[in-house]
Nanobody
């Protein structure tokens, strides 16, 4: 059974950086594509980035391209989200999610595609 635990959130000034981590316990981590989603107060949860089970394919939503980078270390059963040049509009609870994929290159982008979720970590960017 996949269990995901996020860490690394916090309070940062606009323009600053944070690196989120999501550690998995249970299951074979390299069999799962991993995604990051976020939910701001009063808004629906939105997709941020995803990486394939192999780590060779990744996709970021347009609003974070050039600022956020998703990566994974299958030896450590961990996926990361490096966030640079943070903006106040990046303030949200960030969730990691996992889904088993049959292909090494699949990068699911819908929250309905994922069936395992972490508890979330708060990121607050002050102006």
């Amino acid at each position: 059974q996949v269990q995901l635990v996020e860490s690394g959130g916090g309070l940062v000034h606009s323009g600053g950086s944070l690196r989120l981590s999501c550690a998995n316990s249970g299951g074979t981590f390299s069999s799962y594509a991993m995604g990051w989603f976020r939910q701001a107060p009063g808004k629906e949860r939105e997709f941020v980035a995803a990486v394939s089970r192999s780590g060779d394919s990744a996709y970021n939503v347009d609003s974070v391209k050039g600022r956020f980078t998703i990566s994974r270390d299958n030896a450590k059963d961990t996926v990361y989200l490096q966030m640079n040049s943070l903006k106040p509009e990046d303030t949200a609870v960030y969730y990691c999610a996992a889904v088993y994929t049959f292909t090494w290159y699949s990068v699911p982008r819908l929250d309905s595609d994922y069936n395992y979720w972490g508890q979330g970590t708060q990121v607050t960017v002050s102006s």
